[in-house]
């Protein structure tokens, strides 16, 4: 009776411990955090429109746009490190360029804005997300922004080029997916405001003056990890 009692005790000492010890022998669960961890490069395409951001900045004496938007395109670099379980922080870096452009109907004998574009677009930030799983990452995001508009003035004969360099915040947000360890995909909105700029023309570089610029940004990412 003793042998069978001590049998029965030692088979279910083993049943409990032994999932404990297999799962020690295989390692415990990756958190969902470790997916998104290492360096990052990657393709960045979307929409992106640039516009007054108050009407003391709107010219509503002429027939003039006060927006322009277009296809955004370019490429990201970064660098995350896991937090835990499930948070992510990470820093990034972007330089984009985008087709958004307006150009003017000329009024004769009159020198006004005859095209406006946006040029080359530089962004540093850093980033803080959560893993709801290994495969998706919500995240925001914030930083510094430096951004060029090439303006010609113009009255249908004679014309000027200028560059607009402007300085300035952006915030935003997005979802982040793993199709697999090195690869990833992204969806993302980011707001950026302007608000000092200064003016290069003919060589020269005016002082810096205040300006309110708002630019919205729906934008895809396809990436590499490494």
């Known amino acids: 009776m003793k042998t069978i009692l001590a049998s029965v005790v030692a088979v279910s000492a083993f049943a409990v411990a032994a999932p404990a010890f297999a799962q020690d022998m295989a390692g415990t669960p990756e958190a969902p955090n470790r997916t998104f961890s290492g360096p990052r ?3 960045v395409l979307g929409y992106d429109i640039s516009r007054s951001g108050s009407s003391v900045d709107n010219d509503n004496t002429r027939d003039q746009k006060q927006s322009i938007d277009g296809l955004l395109y370019g490429g990201e670099i970064g660098y ?4 835990g379980t499930n948070l992510v922080v990470g820093v990034e870096g972007e330089a984009t360029g985008s087709t958004a ?3 003017n109907t000329f009024e004769p004998n009159t020198f006004n804005l005859g095209r406006v574009s946006a040029g080359r677009d530089l962004y ?3 980033r803080v997300g959560y893993a709801m799983s290994p495969k998706a990452m919500l995240y925001v995001k914030g930083g510094y922004t430096n951004m060029h508009y090439k303006l010609q003035g113009s009255d249908g ?3 000027e080029d200028y560059r607009l360099t402007t300085d300035g ?3 935003g947000g997005g979802l982040e997916y793993a199709f697999s360890p090195k690869t990833f995909g992204k969806i993302e909105y980011r707001y950026s405001n302007y608000s000092r700029a200064n003016f290069n023309f003919n060589g020269n570089t005016s002082d810096r003056f205040d300006i309110d610029t708002d630019r919205h940004q729906i934008v895809a990412t396809y990436g590499l990890r490494f």
């Open 41 to 43: 490069v990657g393709a």
């Open 80 to 83: 995350d490190v896991p937090v």
């Open 101 to 103: 452009k307006w150009t």
């Open 124 to 126: 540093v930030g850093a």
């Open 157 to 159: 004969t004679t014309s």
């Open 169 to 171: 915040y952006r915030v």
